[in-house]
């Protein structure tokens, strides 16, 4: 949103589902270290058995792993510890404020 700020800190890793990205309309702030780097990746994803027409099961599909949520909700507004955010689409996982 226009006027607020998404920090991201050192050592998360965002992992996005295929075509998907993000789109930051407000400043981005991002601070990574050489021990701890910022990571942009894919979710992993597994084969998914597929059946043609005719019976025979193949794998030219894929389907993303459901993540998990890891961490915890922030505790005041605006103040957050370290937590995770994951949906179909999107995982975050690390972070320290």
């Not at 006027?3 to 789109?23: M, N, S, W």
């Amino acid at each position: 949103m226009p006027g607020h700020e998404l920090r991201i800190d050192a050592g998360v890793r965002l992992e996005f589902a295929p075509h998907v990205g993000i789109l930051v309309l407000g400043r981005l702030i991002a601070r990574g270290f050489r021990e701890q780097p910022i990571q942009f990746a894919a979710i992993p994803v597994d084969p998914m058995p597929v059946s043609d027409s005719n019976g025979r099961t193949g794998s030219h599909v894929s389907k993303a792993q459901r993540p998990n949520v890891v961490g915890r909700a922030p505790e005041k507004p605006h103040q957050a510890g370290r937590i995770g955010l994951s949906t179909e689409h999107l995982r975050l996982i690390g972070g320290d404020r």
